[in-house]
């Protein structure tokens, strides 16, 4: 089979510029890269078609060389509409980045950025789990160490050693170092280091 | 063998109705019915079919009369058969869904109303490719559910929706031209693209040129089914879409891409040159897909992520070229349709219920919606495969055909297929242990719909929050997904026959180029070892 060396250089061309375009961050320069890649690929199927300028007449008994095959060009015209199609749509989106964001940049997924800055320590999955040894109404602590029993009932109220005292207070009435306190200082300690 | 003869149908209903709702866009009532009408009755078209090829055989029916390897020719058999019923059983619940989530936002005279003629052609291009018995067919038809898809993604128009549409439409259309350079490669080296030529031409060139295409082709095929180097932009671009889009991109897609590459490695290029490669591919896809799944706090970027990684048990019973790893993959792909799908849909649902999709924010589901709970665990219990659900099954049959297989490879490839396993099952607990199951005071500023006191039964706010043609679509799908636990015997028969006759690969040619057609003998122990 004979090769056009036109048609095989441009198309060399074609990918070259094509892959240089759609490596920038600038979406007009990737939509021409990508119609550039199309381009090239077309006339990589047109050239599996065999030499320009034969009819193309085919019998079993004609020789391969000497008639042109037509269904590349079939091909290629499937392949045209299609890239035509995309190319449209691309140009929508283009224009409707720029109209949201006025800018023409490939932007960053923010999710994405948001989990890789995310410590790794977990209040939920990995924070000291307060032993609770008294059966006195503690201060039920929220995920984020807020007190959200004082919010719902302010007045819960606890008798000890003969007085009324708060139920947030009572626990601090116990000698520092039992249970209770080192629990809850344990708790508070990493989540301080953890909060963003 | 005359139902065979049905089967461009598949493809022309959906069409039919895209150009029917297409017509009817302003009146959302008919819309809605077209499109479920017309999707129904494909169904029960791709039933029928696959009922005439369920105990074998192969139908092929030439289009246009023009004769196999000049004209476009489809394929009926028991893979394909499979896939389009199990592909348009899950899009039609999501259509259910879409629907429902539709009337309950009261979006009659919204702009999107182009969601049911798109939708359509989606469904149509991806019966196409399953289909297809022409390598540029296949290529058409993944045109059309690409192009299809580039528009549901970003319905709406929103910041982020065109963000993620932009990375996924670029990677897409990379792809695109990979596979049409592939099939002017193909083209230039044989002359024919008709698969069943090919399976016959192929065999025929050097080693080299042999190569070069079927790595091409495989690429190609690799970035739609997300396999492992090829995989980022999945994550990045499947959570933003509407839900029912998500959901049906993440049951069919990145399928079709698998079903691709399920076809390339048993019909154009049987033998085992290129297996050590992709069973180290398929271990990568698994453990990198889930690790980055254990990173995420949305359920969306979560469920992505596993979708990645069980591509990978897919690409690894495809890599082992035998009977039961095949049928093994073939089982895991229908099942892994149905379960990634219904998680989505209930992910949808939970964003409804719950005002957010990210664990930080969500409490308490379980007490506020058991129902919910139940939609959400049986799923996810299935896609973690604990047994007996089907998930469970597939595993069970790709470990089994890997130790049959014995290498130190495919030893490696059972242990990272146990981990990952493992590792779904931490995933989705951590998920119901902070959705469902802590106390709604514990969450992160939880959405005040959470806090609410729950409405009495049957009241005005239950009814918006989750209409019951989201909840009942959602349960049709998990239903669905346990009734392949239950009929798990009979479908990987099924599986078993289809694995023989595509590594036979006779009755395919035969069927497509005539009965007297001889076929070459496929040549092992090229690079396996």
Same mark, same amino acid.
């Given at each position: 089979?004979?090769?056009?060396?036109?048609?095989?250089?441009?198309?060399?061309?074609?990918?070259?510029?094509?892959?240089?375009?759609?490596?920038?961050?600038?979406?007009?320069?990737?939509?021409?890269?990508?119609?550039?890649?199309?381009?090239?690929?077309?006339?990589?199927?047109?050239?599996?078609?065999?030499?320009?300028?034969?009819?193309?007449?085919?019998?079993?008994?004609?020789?391969?060389?000497?008639?042109?095959?037509?269904?590349?060009?079939?091909?290629?015209?499937?392949?045209?509409?299609?890239?035509?199609?995309?190319?449209?749509?691309?140009?929508?989106?283009?224009?409707?980045?720029?109209?949201?964001?006025?800018?023409?940049?490939?932007?960053?997924?923010?999710?994405?950025?948001?989990?890789?800055?995310?410590?790794?320590?977990?209040?939920?999955?990995?924070?000291?789990?307060?032993?609770?040894?008294?059966?006195?109404?503690?201060?039920?602590?929220?995920?984020?160490?807020?007190?959200?029993?004082?919010?719902?009932?302010?007045?819960?109220?606890?008798?000890?050693?003969?007085?009324?005292?708060?139920?947030?207070?009572?626990?601090?009435?116990?000698?520092?170092?039992?249970?209770?306190?080192?629990?809850?200082?344990?708790?508070?300690?990493?989540?301080?280091?953890?909060?963003? | 063998?005359?139902?065979?003869?049905?089967?461009?149908?598949?493809?022309?209903?959906?069409?039919?109705?895209?150009?029917?709702?297409?017509?009817?866009?302003?009146?959302?009532?008919?819309?809605?019915?077209?499109?479920?009408?017309?999707?129904?009755?494909?169904?029960?078209?791709?039933?029928?079919?696959?009922?005439?090829?369920?105990?074998?055989?192969?139908?092929?029916?030439?289009?246009?009369?023009?004769?196999?390897?000049?004209?476009?020719?489809?394929?009926?058999?028991?893979?394909?058969?499979?896939?389009?019923?199990?592909?348009?059983?899950?899009?039609?619940?999501?259509?259910?869904?879409?629907?429902?989530?539709?009337?309950?936002?009261?979006?009659?005279?919204?702009?999107?109303?182009?969601?049911?003629?798109?939708?359509?052609?989606?469904?149509?291009?991806?019966?196409?490719?399953?289909?297809?018995?022409? %390598?540029?067919?296949?290529? &058409? $038809?993944?045109?059309?559910? #690409?192009?299809? @898809?580039?528009?549901?993604?970003? +319905?709406?128009? =929103?910041?982020?929706?065109?963000?993620?549409?932009?990375?996924?439409?670029?990677?897409?259309?990379?792809?695109?031209?990979?596979?049409?350079?592939?099939?002017?490669?193909?083209?230039?080296?044989?002359?024919?693209?008709?698969?069943?030529?090919?399976?016959?031409?192929?065999?025929?060139?050097?080693?080299?040129?042999?190569?070069?295409?079927?790595?091409?082709?495989?690429?190609?095929?690799?970035?739609?089914?997300?396999?492992?180097?090829?995989?980022?932009?999945?994550?990045?671009?499947?959570?933003?879409?509407?839900?029912?889009?998500?959901?049906?991109?993440?049951?069919?897609?990145?399928?079709?891409?698998?079903?691709?590459?399920?076809?390339?490695?048993?019909?154009?290029?049987?033998?085992?040159?290129?297996?050590?490669?992709?069973?180290?591919?398929? %271990?990568?896809?698994?453990? &990198? $897909?889930?690790?980055?799944? #254990?990173?995420? @706090?949305?359920?969306?970027?979560? +469920?992505?992520? =596993?979708?990645?990684?069980?591509?990978?048990?897919?690409?690894?019973?495809?890599?082992?070229?035998?009977?039961?790893?095949?049928?093994?993959?073939?089982?895991?792909?229908?099942?892994?349709?149905?379960?990634?799908?219904?998680?989505?849909?209930?992910?949808?649902?939970?964003?409804?219920?719950?005002?957010?999709?990210?664990?930080?924010?969500?409490?308490?589901?379980?007490?506020?919606?058991?129902?919910?709970?139940?939609?959400?665990?049986?799923?996810?219990?299935?896609?973690?495969?604990?047994?007996?659900?089907?998930?469970?099954?597939?595993?069970?049959?790709?470990?089994?055909?890997?130790?049959?297989?014995?290498?130190?490879?495919?030893?490696?490839?059972?242990?990272?297929?146990?981990?990952?396993?493992?590792?779904?099952?931490?995933?989705?607990?951590?998920?119901?242990?902070?959705?469902?199951?802590?106390?709604?005071?514990?969450?992160?500023?939880?959405?005040?719909?959470? +806090?609410?006191?729950?409405?009495?039964?049957?009241?005005?706010?239950?009814?918006?929050?989750?209409?019951?043609?989201?909840?009942?679509?959602?349960?049709?799908?998990?239903?669905?997904?346990?009734?392949?636990?239950?009929?798990?015997?009979?479908?990987?028969?099924?599986?078993?026959?289809?694995?023989?006759?595509?590594?036979?690969?006779?009755?395919?040619?035969?069927?497509?180029?005539?009965?007297?057609?001889?076929?070459?003998?496929?040549?092992?122990?090229?690079?396996?070892?």
């Amino acid at each position: 089979m004979t090769v056009n060396l036109t048609l095989l250089t441009v198309m060399g061309a074609l990918y070259a510029c094509g892959i240089y375009l759609i490596l920038e961050r600038s979406l007009t320069r990737v939509l021409l890269g990508l119609m550039l890649l199309a381009n090239a690929t077309n006339l990589l199927i047109l050239a599996t078609g065999g030499y320009a300028g034969l009819a193309p007449f085919f019998s079993k008994d004609t020789d391969p060389a000497s008639y042109n095959d037509p269904l590349p060009q079939a091909l290629i015209l499937t392949s045209i509409v299609i890239s035509f199609a995309v190319t449209a749509f691309m140009l929508g989106i283009i224009y409707r980045t720029w109209l949201l964001a006025r800018q023409d940049d490939i932007q960053d997924d923010i999710e994405d950025r948001r989990v890789a800055e995310t410590p790794s320590f977990d209040a939920e999955d990995d924070a000291v789990i307060p032993v609770e040894t008294s059966e006195f109404p503690l201060p039920k602590l929220g995920s984020d160490g807020s007190d959200s029993s004082a919010a719902a009932e302010p007045a819960a109220t606890v008798e000890a050693g003969g007085r009324t005292l708060l139920a947030e207070h009572a626990a601090l009435e116990e000698k520092p170092g039992s249970g209770n306190i080192a629990a809850i200082d344990n708790d508070n300690a990493p989540r301080a280091g953890g909060a963003k | 063998m005359n139902l065979a003869s049905l089967a461009p149908l598949a493809v022309v209903l959906p069409i039919l109705g895209a150009a029917l709702t297409f017509v009817l866009i302003r009146h959302s009532r008919a819309q809605r019915a077209v499109s479920i009408a017309l999707l129904s009755l494909t169904l029960l078209l791709e039933c029928l079919l696959l009922a005439s090829v369920w105990n074998g055989g192969t139908a092929a029916v030439n289009i246009g009369g023009w004769v196999p390897p000049w004209g476009i020719v489809l394929v009926v058999d028991q893979f394909s058969s499979l896939m389009l019923v199990v592909s348009s059983a899950v899009s039609l619940a999501v259509l259910v869904y879409a629907t429902g989530q539709g009337m309950a936002d009261g979006d009659q005279d919204a702009p999107v109303s182009i969601f049911h003629p798109t939708y359509l052609i989606l469904v149509a291009g991806v019966s196409n490719a399953f289909l297809s018995g022409d %390598l540029f067919n296949l290529y &058409v $038809g993944f045109e059309i559910l #690409l192009t299809a @898809s580039y528009v549901l993604m970003t +319905l709406g128009g =929103t910041g982020p929706r065109i963000r993620a549409g932009v990375t996924y439409v670029v990677v897409s259309v990379v792809s695109s031209v990979l596979f049409l350079i592939a099939i002017a490669m193909v083209y230039g080296a044989t002359g024919t693209i008709n698969m069943a030529d090919l399976a016959i031409k192929l065999s025929e060139l050097d080693p080299g040129t042999k190569t070069l295409l079927h790595v091409m082709l495989l690429v190609a095929f690799g970035i739609k089914a997300a396999v492992f180097p090829l995989s980022f932009w999945l994550p990045d671009s499947y959570p933003t879409a509407p839900a029912p889009v998500t959901a049906v991109f993440a049951g069919l897609l990145t399928k079709v891409g698998v079903y691709a590459m399920v076809r390339t490695e048993t019909l154009l290029f049987p033998g085992d040159s290129l297996n050590t490669p992709l069973m180290v591919v398929a %271990l990568l896809t698994m453990i &990198v $897909g889930i690790l980055g799944a #254990l990173a995420q @706090s949305d359920i969306k970027r979560l +469920l992505s992520f =596993t979708l990645v990684s069980h591509i990978g048990y897919m690409v690894f019973g495809l890599a082992m070229s035998s009977v039961a790893g095949l049928a093994a993959a073939v089982f895991y792909v229908a099942h892994h349709i149905t379960i990634q799908t219904s998680l989505f849909l209930v992910t949808g649902l939970i964003e409804r219920r719950g005002g957010s999709s990210s664990v930080d924010r969500l409490a308490g589901l379980a007490k506020l919606s058991p129902l919910l709970a139940l939609l959400f665990f049986v799923p996810a219990m299935n896609l973690a495969g604990i047994p007996p659900f089907s998930g469970f099954l597939g595993k069970l049959g790709l470990m089994q055909a890997g130790i049959g297989l014995g290498t130190p490879l495919a030893y490696a490839l059972v242990i990272g297929g146990v981990l990952t396993s493992l590792l779904t099952l931490l995933a989705v607990a951590r998920v119901w242990n902070r959705a469902f199951w802590r106390k709604a005071e514990d969450a992160e500023h939880p959405d005040p719909v959470l +806090l609410a006191v729950p409405a009495p039964e049957g009241g005005a706010t239950a009814v918006r929050l989750l209409p019951w043609t989201m909840v009942g679509s959602t349960l049709g799908l998990v239903v669905l997904g346990v009734a392949l636990t239950v009929f798990a015997g009979p479908l990987f028969q099924v599986a078993d026959q289809s694995a023989a006759a595509m590594l036979d690969r006779s009755s395919y040619i035969q069927a497509v180029l005539g009965d007297g057609t001889p076929v070459p003998a496929v040549a092992l122990g090229g690079g396996g070892r």
